[in-house]
């Protein structure tokens, strides 16, 4: 990606900007300087935009960082590998804080977004964790507003709009591709398995996104969750012919990688005969290219090319 490319950053939030952001407002007097991102996902769409100067401190890093951020992200304090309680929050002294997840505000972790305010420290969560306000936007969109908002608190508008028409083109791409695919595969996407239960995709989340956009049918599109746990048995009997699974290696759980969840897959007495386990129709992606993050559209594209391999 491009967007970090500018030598010069413009100062166009001076003199103060105010944003709707997920049903609070967002002020700042000027770009901030000390920010403390709650989570890798949004640690990763800053080193896109080219802020890493501005970032003051990071926490909890879910899986291998992309290569092309791997060097800048070692350089950034980790002030929590779990969930920042607040006084973590305050010893980083930081001047703005930003989270993929409305869940990382509470009072039991970084604190409420209105405590934060009373503070004097604004806060920004990611639109796409708030679909209530925008209701008539994609996962893909509101993850467009994010760089816009973005653009605008930093000074880095130009940046922004470059990463929004370098993304739109790949979505822009897959849709093609779509169009062009004479079989309509359908998916389900196998997240984690937890207590030898399965987390899947559902409707409301980006893996959904990324059906659509290829004209692929999440076979738990009717569940109205992002992630929800179902039985093995549901998933043989909506028989996906394709499943996408998440590798999540970093987590340290186990059939957290995605080849314990294929052994695990072919070792069922049940699911072993689904025909998408017994040929192996497998598309593997990490687990964190499954959130709504910069790095959504690197899983599009994995998932396009797979389809094309599999048809």
Not at 129 to 150: G, I
Not at 170 to 182: F, N, S, Y
Not at 217 to 228: E, S, T
Not at 253 to 271: C, F, G, S, W, Y
Request: charged share 25%.
């Amino acid at each position: 990606m491009t967007a970090g490319c500018a030598a010069t950053k413009p100062d166009v939030a001076a003199g103060g900007v105010t944003l709707e952001n997920c049903g609070a407002q967002v002020r700042v007097d000027k770009p901030p300087r000390r920010v403390v991102t709650l989570d890798q996902q949004t640690t990763e769409t800053l080193l896109t935009l080219g802020l890493r100067e501005d970032i003051a401190g990071t926490a909890l890093q879910s899986g291998p960082v992309s290569e092309e951020h791997r060097a800048e992200y070692a350089t950034i304090p980790m002030i929590s590998s779990q969930e920042v309680t607040g006084e973590q929050l305050r010893a980083a002294d930081p001047d703005f804080v930003i989270s993929a997840f409305v869940s990382r505000f509470t009072r039991e972790q970084a604190g409420t977004r209105a405590e934060l305010a009373d503070l004097g420290l604004p806060s920004y969560v990611s639109e796409v964790d708030c679909p209530k306000y925008q209701p008539d936007k994609t996962p893909f969109e509101r993850l467009f507003t994010d760089y816009e908002n973005f653009g605008t608190i930093f000074g880095v508008r130009q940046r922004a709009a470059g990463l929004i028409g370098e993304q739109r083109a790949v979505v822009a791409d897959a849709e093609k591709a779509a169009a062009a695919r004479a079989a309509k595969p359908t998916v389900a996407y196998l997240y984690s398995v937890h207590n030898g239960t399965p987390w899947v995709a559902g409707g409301s989340g980006m893996p959904a996104n990324l059906s659509r956009v290829l004209g692929a049918k999440n076979v738990f599109d009717d569940v109205d969750r992002d992630w929800a746990e179902v039985g093995w048995d549901q998933i043989v009997a909506r028989n996906p012919s394709v499943i996408v699974i998440a590798d999540l290696p970093g987590r340290g759980q186990q059939n957290d990688t995605a080849q314990e969840k294929i052994q695990l897959m072919r070792a069922h007495p049940v699911l072993s005969q689904l025909d998408a386990v017994r040929t192996g129709r497998f598309v593997t992606v990490p687990g964190l290219e499954l959130d709504a993050t910069v790095r959504s559209v690197n899983a599009l594209k994995t998932i396009n090319d797979g389809l094309a391999k599999l048809a």
